[in-house]
């Protein structure tokens, strides 16, 4: 709804969606690259803004919208969450701060899948914030000898530490004409991750 599309149409795949999936209500953020979380359930109004929303309601879906960021779906028996994490999430902890959240609901043996992003081959940032970002997070390095840094192996990394299982899915949005990729493409739609019970 805020990249240049068609609202009518976005209205018209985001309830094609909900009939796919068989989810009454599907809660999607409005995402601002930051490191809040949010818990939400079915009476939720709108779209929150955030960059990771948890539930234990198992009536309802949690989106995440991406062009190359990370849509993190995490999954436990008594809390869902679905993150937005770029390279500001991963620098401001969106995705530990989210598990946490999770954990304080009472979430145990917590797993995670990384969909569809940017892979550290295909971004490249300037080298003073390459520095700056690898110098904290040195799982971030992608090891190409140039200044990527890669998200996916910085997000497995922080999961990793805060105990949590994760696959990535082994697609770059960048390099697959299946997905939308910012970078590929600037003006361009979004992909929604969705994950519920
Ligand atoms: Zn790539």
Not at 51 to 80: E, R, W
Not at 119 to 137: N, Q
Not at 171 to 187: A, E, G, H, I, M
């Amino acid at each position: 709804m805020h990249v240049g599309d068609d609202d009518a149409h976005v209205a018209a795949n985001r309830s094609e969606l909900n009939k796919l999936l068989s989810i009454p209500k599907i809660i999607y953020m409005r995402q601002v690259h930051g490191n809040e979380v949010i818990n939400v359930d079915f009476d939720t109004q709108g779209e929150p803004e955030c960059d990771a929303i948890i539930s234990t309601d198992k009536s309802v879906g949690l989106a995440v919208l991406s062009a190359d960021c990370l849509p993190i779906l995490v999954s436990s028996k008594v809390a869902i969450a679905a993150i937005h994490a770029g390279r500001k999430g991963l620098v401001n902890g969106i995705i530990p701060k989210t598990i946490n959240q999770m954990i304080a609901l009472g979430a145990t043996e917590i797993e995670a899948i990384i969909g569809p992003a940017i892979c550290g081959d295909c971004y490249e940032v300037d080298p003073i914030m390459y520095s700056e970002i690898t110098r904290g997070l040195p799982s971030m390095v992608a090891k190409n000898g140039r200044s990527n840094l890669d998200l996916i192996s910085g997000a497995i990394s922080q999961l990793q530490s805060s105990n949590v299982k994760s696959k990535y899915v082994n697609v770059c949005t960048k390099q697959s004409n299946d997905f939308y990729s910012y970078r590929r493409l600037q003006n361009t739609g979004r992909q929604a991750g969705v994950i519920s019970f």
